[in-house]
């Protein structure tokens, strides 16, 4: 058996075979190995760089006792770092695997996307967690920044969690069982200082003290960055980190703490960076300097035949995470239809597919060279002067015998005619896909080894053929050509391509499905077929999982695992979020909906299908031990209890903490309706108290699930704990609406104490970006209050104002305004979307505030449109609107009205304006509509633009009563009727 300190030899002679040095784990305690020196500082510069050492990591707040099976206080990294990108560093990776023992042909080794960052250290980058058989056993990161500097050249970084690896290869389920060395347990040489550093770190750390540590050693920090002194500088920011720790798993860490601690190192991290640059510039970069790659030279080919063929051109990548594939797919599709359609080329259909390796672009018919052109160059006008026609003769090189006269706009001008030959596809097609190359961005950008280059994750090859014939062209350090790569684990993971046309059928036979239609019907009919006899996958439930899992394999490959019938007590929904957010497992339901204990997982390639299935079912057991741990802590805990430690936790550092938002939520839920009723009392108390659970730490996605559970457990009524689940709803578009008042009434306080301090603090969202889930926010008001025709008197622009004055910081007017204009763009947006005519929605809109009223008014628009009687009350107002200047008053002396019409119009006003204010459309209709036939027969009878200035006024000003009538439902100038 392989054990743990065999792990660490063999790992560390495998990287110092690959040139890396060995330096030993830092002398203080830190929370990663990224923040030892050999990787923090030495990332930084151009320097090369390469490195491994283990790392003791230490976490107080993952202290658990030695009582969870995989949470550990101090877990044991191994920390490779590589500077420069040597340009194969996923490969490299894969023979540490290797060197372990590890058959990565028959397990499922996937590149998961995670983007890491620590902001109390500025720094961040982009890359995966690598899982063997679904269990998390690395993180895989190209650094983009330390310190808050851009670091050129990028460094990869890899981290073992040497534990879990060995758990896995030992087949154990609990950290103190791993076979440390021959003979010896894990748990017989750390279980003791497991135990005895969880009680210091959750009990007896001395509050006090830590605190004027934290500040003793900040200060020290700052001392030695003052005397130019980085590497002991560090040395005290990491103890800083240390004491602020320690004083966060002992639950004495404000909001503001945090917010200032984490400003604190951020500011004195950046310092030692720049510093360490600083030295090491002037000591003259001992390790000398890193040479960027020098560009590519393109091959030549001369292609021969004049027929059309097709072009395919691939795009290939280190793993793409799903949203960016599919993203990146569209835009190659756009970029390359319009860089075609800028030449002469002719063609046929474009296709392009999407994997988590690849881009491809197959278009069909491409002729062998562009259609000959005559292009013609305009010159002076035919009767300019002898001079400036030699001159444009000259500049064009030609004698001016040889212009000739071509019109333009009527005008003669002599002009010159070039006769431009097409040029050949090849090198057409190469300045075309160089620039679409070039030019591919996602949401998220990092850079790598070539210095030119930057997308998603590093692109690593380019295949480019117009039929048999390589497509000439370089980008950066790249060169197209004939050769591409299928899965790792294929016998030839490299290959060369005979021809265009056999392209996608050599990917085909190598176990790459191009198309993510085929892909997705594979682990469709594919799970299907898994559990046909005992159950069913709920395909349209799981169809944004099945979308993910569709862009996170090549070669599809479903498997069914199992899991023990005792973890379904647990609630269904922590099954499910484990299963789908975690693992990206397909649940299995039976005909009833209610969960199996079975699951469908996805490996990517041909893999040892029983060995795949039992690695994956340990990592659900283990999960689902920690679900079950974590659910049982929270169950003793009494909601009171959690609700305090919401202190603990902030919600931004400009607005407080969950604590305060929580107070502020259930103070504007209650102050809503005029006699809260004793659920939404209670309701208030405890809303968002579960975000102090365990459980919904480890799984935020659950919040307000857990509510309503550990509510029930403690005691509350069915009706408390459903309002405290409803809460939170709506999550996401689509997703389920309160059903309770008590509900409705906290989750629109919820949001719109979200709106008012958001938008005060960050801003409202623009274009498509919202990562702060304010558009949602909004969604959720407009679809909340529409749900609830009872709450439609509450004033959602108003209760924002509530929502205001109870934030930390000011919120000024503006800001309301146009939070109040961006509600009233996203309910016009949702109205027009379910398909009401836009005048009518714009008719309404002065009601945004009030959805549910506004769909009160669309319903009985929708019906009055029908009817003669409101069509002549909705024509005589308009008349009205139409011939009253803007500014005229409602207001007239009736003495001066002699006419009979018009008598009998103030009469018909007077009684329509006596009448208590219609509460809608219909009441409106039925009361107004008296004054259509006086409104027809005044302006049939009446000069309303009397010479009698006096008279004049007086008409006006009745027609401008008319004018107003109904103008509190409607904006009437924008029905179109």
Same mark, same amino acid.
């Given at each position: 058996m392989l054990t743990m300190q065999d792990a660490i030899?063999?790992?560390?002679?495998?990287?110092?075979?690959?040139?890396?040095?060995?330096?030993? $784990?830092?002398?203080?305690?830190v929370g990663a190995g990224t923040l030892n020196p050999a990787t923090f500082l030495r990332v930084l510069g151009p320097e090369p760089w390469r490195v491994v050492y283990v790392e003791p990591s230490v976490r107080p707040d993952d202290s658990r006792y030695g009582e969870n099976p995989n949470r550990l206080q101090t877990h044991t990294q191994l920390q490779v770092i590589l500077k420069p990108d040597p340009g194969n560093p996923q490969e490299l990776y894969l023979g540490s695997l290797t060197a372990l023992g590890i058959d990565v042909t028959a397990h499922d080794v996937r590149f998961v996307e995670d983007n890491w960052a620590s902001p109390a250290l500025g720094a961040w980058g982009l890359g995966w967690e690598v899982w063997l058989d679904g269990l998390e056993i690395t993180q895989f990161t190209y650094f983009q920044q330390a310190g808050g500097l851009n670091l050129d050249p990028p460094s990869v970084e890899i981290t073992y969690?040497?534990? /879990?690896?060995?758990?896995?290869?030992?087949?154990?389920?609990?950290?103190?069982?791993i076979e440390y060395a021959e003979g010896v347990s894990y748990g017989e040489v750390f279980g003791q200082s497991e135990y005895e550093m969880s009680r210091y770190y959750l009990d007896d750390a001395d509050v006090p003290a830590n605190r004027r540590l934290l500040e003793i050693y900040a200060a020290e920090a700052q001392r030695l960055i003052d005397a130019g002194l980085p590497v002991p500088a560090h040395t005290y920011v990491l103890k800083c980190s240390q004491a602020f720790n320690v004083l966060d798993s002992r639950g004495a860490v404000s909001t503001a703490d945090r917010a200032a601690e984490f400003a604190r190192m951020r500011r004195l991290a950046g310092d030692v960076a720049r510093l360490w640059q600083t030295r090491r510039e002037e000591l003259g970069h001992p390790l000398g300097v890193v040479t960027p790659l020098p560009p590519a030279a393109a091959e030549q080919e001369a292609p021969l035949g004049d027929e059309p063929r097709t072009l395919v051109f691939e795009i290939g990548t280190e793993e793409m995470p799903p949203a960016e594939a599919r993203a990146a797919r569209a835009q190659v599709l756009r970029e390359l239809t319009e860089r075609l359609a800028g030449t002469r080329l002719a063609h046929g259909d474009i296709r392009v597919h999407a994997t988590p390796r690849r881009l491809i672009a197959v278009v069909a018919e491409v002729a062998a060279r562009e259609d000959d052109h005559v292009r013609t160059v305009k010159g002076p006008k035919a009767a300019a002067p002898q001079q400036a026609v030699a001159g444009f003769a000259r500049s064009q090189g030609v004698a001016v015998d040889s212009l000739r006269t071509a019109d333009f706009g009527g005008v003669p001008h002599l002009v010159v005619e070039r006769h431009e030959a097409g040029r050949a596809a090849p090198a057409v097609l190469g300045e075309v896909l160089a620039k679409v190359a070039g030019g591919l961005r996602s949401a998220k950008n990092m850079r790598?080894?070539? $210095?030119?280059?930057?997308? =998603?994750? #590093?692109?690593?090859?380019?295949?480019?053929?117009?039929? +048999?014939?390589?497509?000439?062209?370089?980008?950066?350090?790249? /060169?197209?050509?004939?050769?591409? /790569?299928?899965?790792? =684990? *294929?016998?030839?993971?490299?290959?060369?391509?005979a021809s265009a046309e056999t392209f996608m059928e050599t990917l085909a036979i190598n176990g790459v499905v191009a198309d993510a239609e085929d892909r997705r019907e594979l682990i469709v009919t594919g799970a299907q077929d898994l559990v046909w006899d005992t159950g069913r996958i709920d395909i349209a439930g799981e169809s944004a999982l099945i979308e993910t899992i569709t862009y996170l394999v090549e070669q599809p490959t479903p498997l069914l695992g199992t899991f023990d019938e005792r973890y379904l007590e647990l609630p269904a929904a922590v099954l499910t979020t484990v299963m789908r957010k975690h693992q990206r497992y397909l649940a299995v339901r039976d005909a009833d909906g209610a969960l199996l204990p079975l699951f469908v997982t996805v490996a990517n390639g041909q893999v040892d299908v029983e060995l795949v299935r039992a690695g994956n079912e340990a990592v659900l057991r283990a999960r689902y031990e920690d679900a079950a741990f974590f659910y049982r802590a929270d169950r003793q805990t009494p909601p009171a209890a959690m609700r305090e430690r919401l202190r603990r936790l902030t919600f931004t550092d400009k607005l407080g903490s969950m604590a305060d938002r929580a107070d502020r939520i259930a103070a504007l839920a209650t102050s809503l309706v005029s006699d809260p009723s004793p659920t939404l009392l209670r309701a208030a108390e405890l809303v968002k108290f579960d975000l102090g659970?365990?459980?919904?730490?480890?799984?935020t996605g659950l919040a307000g699930v857990m509510a309503r559970d550990y509510a029930l457990h403690a005691g509350e009524s069915r009706a408390v704990a459903q309002a405290v689940y409803e809460a939170e709803l709506p999550r996401h578009a689509? +997703?389920?609406? $309160?059903?309770?008042? $008590?509900? *409705?009434?906290?989750?629109? @306080? +919820?949001?719109?104490?979200l709106v008012a301090g958001l938008a005060a603090t960050v801003g409202l969202p623009t274009g498509s970006s919202d990562p702060f889930a304010v558009r949602r926010a909004v969604l959720g008001l407009i679809a909340v209050h529409r749900a609830h025709p009872a709450l439609s008197g509450i004033s959602l622009t108003a209760a924002l104002a509530t929502a205001a004055a109870a934030q930390p910081v000011d919120v000024p007017e503006r800001v309301l305004a146009d939070a109040g204009d961006f509600l009233a763009r996203r309910l016009e947006q949702v109205l027009v979307e379910e398909g009401h005519p836009v005048d009518r929605v714009r008719a309404v809109l002065p009601h945004a505030g009030r959805p549910a009223f506004a769909d009160l008014l669309l319903a009985q628009l929708g019906r009055l449109v029908a009817e003669r009687e409101f069509l002549a009350l909705a024509e005589a107002i308009q008349r009205a609107r139409r011939i009253v200047p803007d500014g005229t008053? @409602?207001?007239? +002396? #009736?003495?001066?009205?002699?006419? #009979? @019409?018009?008598?009998?119009?103030h009469e018909a006003v007077r009684a329509v304006r006596a009448q208590p204010a219609p509460a809608d459309l219909s009441g409106f209709t039925a009361v107004a509509g008296r004054i259509t036939g006086p409104v027809r027969a005044f302006f049939d009878d009446v000069f309303v633009m009397a010479d009698d200035p006096a008279v004049r006024a007086a008409r006006l000003g009745l027609l401008a009563c008319v004018r107003d009538l109904g103008a509190d439902l409607l904006d009437w100038p924008r029905l179109r009727l």
């Open positions: 030899g063999r790992l560390t002679a495998y990287w110092t075979d690959q040139g890396c040095l060995v330096v030993q $784990p830092m002398n203080t305690e969690g040497i534990e /879990r690896i060995v758990m896995a290869l030992q087949g154990v389920t609990h950290f103190k069982e790598w080894s070539d $210095p030119n280059l930057s997308f =998603t994750r #590093p692109i690593r090859w380019l295949v480019a053929l117009w039929g +048999d014939w390589t497509v000439p062209f370089t980008v950066s350090a790249l /060169r197209a050509g004939r050769d591409t /790569r299928v899965l790792r =684990t *294929a016998a030839r993971p490299r290959i060369s391509v659970a365990q459980l919904v730490t480890e799984m689509g +997703d389920e609406l $309160p059903a309770g008042e $008590p509900g *409705a009434l906290l989750s629109l @306080a +919820d949001r719109l104490d008053a @409602a207001a007239y +002396d #009736p003495a001066l009205l002699k006419e #009979p @019409a018009e008598v009998t119009l």
